[in-house]
């Protein structure tokens, strides 16, 4: 039985929280044991706002140890696995502290605030044989896994033309301390420009227009274009301005040589060159539900994780970068080495 630890409860630790009571009523062999966060005693008695809906608004943490404090929870549990959903800013350190005690993590995106902490991580999980992944969960969204079945198989050919979007209203607090978070770019955009790495490979170069609204928040809208040597165009936005009751939207149109392929959010419908469209059946479970499920088992089975390495996690780290440096520079091309 792996026990867990999880720190951070705001929203995407409730997430996570949740999915991890679900793995447990589904008979997984985990038990979350524990769960830490400087303000739990406020944040348990309190609503987390965050892009999508939590399973409850107010949690009922009886069942678990809480702690305050990261090395007490250490001192008092033994744990196998810890799940950071701390402040990006925390990443790093923490993780790297945890693995090098011998301890499995699973942290949240954007995998560290600067790329080459991201690279120590690596090196710490390698160094002593512990499993880390980082939650890029469109990976394991299934509208996002259809289109990385057909990249791959080539049904419908090269890829010639790709736009990915996600766009939301502003998150609070240390988000919007672009010294902490990256900004939109960073927090949000990396969703996307994890994805296109995934699908397509490391780009040969960036060109980004960004602009600032929220003060010190850094960039709250941007666009990238990825150049790639065989001529796909592909672009990516996002823009956590959409204030009102616009909500939280995410998707993609990808063309191919012989049809596209549409995300809507929900749905995914394609559009052959030379047939009928249609939609194809896809899982309805969320990314974030499939990555736990995911890396727990290859924690229990010593499966290597492979859908989502860490350096890979870092490479798209290291696109993010690239792609701040160039908003900076009025959209220049900016080189990946």
Avoid at 85 to 92: C, E
Avoid at 243 to 248: C, L, P, Q, V, W
Wanted: aromatic share 12%; glycine share 10%.
């Amino acid at each position: 039985m792996l026990k867990i630890g999880l720190v951070g409860f705001g929203f995407m630790g409730r997430m996570h929280f949740d999915n991890y009571v679900r793995l447990m009523e589904e008979g997984s062999p985990v038990s979350l044991a524990a769960i830490c966060d400087p303000l739990i005693e406020e944040l348990k008695n309190g609503k987390a706002g965050g892009n999508m809906s939590t399973a409850r608004e107010v949690y009922d943490l009886s069942a678990y140890h809480l702690y305050t404090d990261l090395e007490d929870m250490l001192a008092n549990e033994q744990l196998d696995v810890i799940d950071i959903a701390a402040p990006t800013y925390l990443h790093a350190e923490m993780a790297c502290s945890l693995l090098e005690r011998g301890i499995h993590v699973f942290c949240e995106k954007p995998m560290a605030r600067h790329s080459a902490d991201a690279r120590k991580m690596v090196e710490m999980a390698n160094r002593n044989g512990k499993k880390l992944m980082i939650g890029q969960c469109l990976r394991f969204w299934p509208g996002y896994e259809y289109l990385k079945e057909v990249v791959d198989s080539g049904k419908f050919g090269q890829a010639t033309e790709g736009y990915f979007y996600r766009g939301s209203g502003a998150p609070k607090d240390w988000f919007l301390d672009e010294k902490l978070s990256g900004g939109c770019i960073m927090d949000m955009h990396i969703h996307d420009t994890d994805i296109i790495n995934y699908l397509f490979g490391k780009p040969e170069k960036v060109s980004t227009l960004g602009r600032n609204v929220l003060p010190g928040s850094g960039y709250d809208i941007a666009s990238t274009h990825y150049y790639y040597k065989d001529g796909k165009v592909i672009n990516s936005q996002v823009d956590w301005t959409l204030e009102g009751d616009f909500g939280f939207y995410m998707g993609y149109r990808v063309n191919f040589e012989g049809g596209s392929v549409v995300f809507d959010g929900s749905t995914v419908k394609v559009n052959p060159n030379d047939a009928p469209g249609f939609t194809p059946e896809i899982s309805p479970e969320a990314g974030y539900y499939r990555e736990l499920d995911y890396f727990l088992d290859a924690v229990i089975h010593d499966k290597s994780v492979d859908v989502c390495t860490p350096e890979s996690a870092a490479e798209s780290l290291e696109v993010v970068e690239a792609e701040i440096r160039s908003a900076d520079a009025q959209g220049e091309w900016v080189k990946l080495v």
